[in-house]
């Protein structure tokens, strides 16, 4: 299945694996990002986040959520995801795309109502048994201003890029469970998937 247009907007869920049960707490929390200005409809925002391979990886895997957004994944440049609104958040393998040294993760984001925010959990297990684990927060970089090649690790950006603003971490209960690979297919209803994660109620932004 074509999963690029699977990732968008869902009212409480953050970025990777939607799990049925709960294993192992991941060692670091994504938070829900965005830039620290008014979060109003029809914004576009730029997001990036450098980090380096420093191992052959044996195994990758990329999980994004969006709230009230649509919004493009790249990873050094090229187009991974392409998520819509009022789409499951989607995990997807990204083993092939990454390459030894640096590599970035970049997103271009359009709001379609407000409060925007957008999650991102990226597992590395390496061939030596190493695993690491990227997520969104405040370290990351955003900027309005559109730039050429700013999706590539390459970029030297012309002008300065703000530093992203967290709203929050996603909630624990369903945060991506690295013990766990079973995701409900984005085929399901909501109220299937709010069933299988025991949810009563959402964990958006504030």
């Known amino acids: 299945m074509n999963r690029w247009w699977l990732c968008g ?33 029809d914004q576009t925002l730029l997001l990036r986040k450098e980090f380096v391979v420093a191992q052959t990886v044996r195994f990758a895997e990329l999980w994004v959520a969006a709230d009230f957004h649509r919004h493009q994944v790249f990873l050094n440049g090229q187009l991974r995801l392409e998520c819509d609104d009022y789409a499951l958040p989607v995990r997807q393998n990204v083993t092939a795309w990454l390459k030894p040294g640096k590599n970035v993760l970049a997103i271009e984001a359009r709001s379609s109502a407000a409060p925007a925010a957008v999650a991102v959990w990226l597992r590395i297990e390496s061939d030596d048994g190493t695993r690491e684990q990227l997520v969104s927060d405040a370290s990351w970089s955003v900027s309005r201003t559109p730039q050429a090649d700013w999706s590539l690790a390459e970029f030297h950006p012309k002008a300065a890029w703000d530093q992203a603003a967290s709203f929050g971490p996603v909630e624990w209960a369903m945060q991506p469970d690295p013990m766990v690979d079973t995701a409900i297919s984005p085929l399901d209803n909501y109220e299937q998937w709010e069933e299988a994660l025991d949810a009563d109620q959402g964990t958006d932004p504030p």
């Open 9 to 41: 907007f869902i009212p409480f869920v953050l970025t990777f694996v939607l799990p049925v049960a709960r294993g192992a707490e991941p060692a670091v929390t994504p938070h829900w990002i965005w830039d620290e200005t008014a979060r109003e409809p």
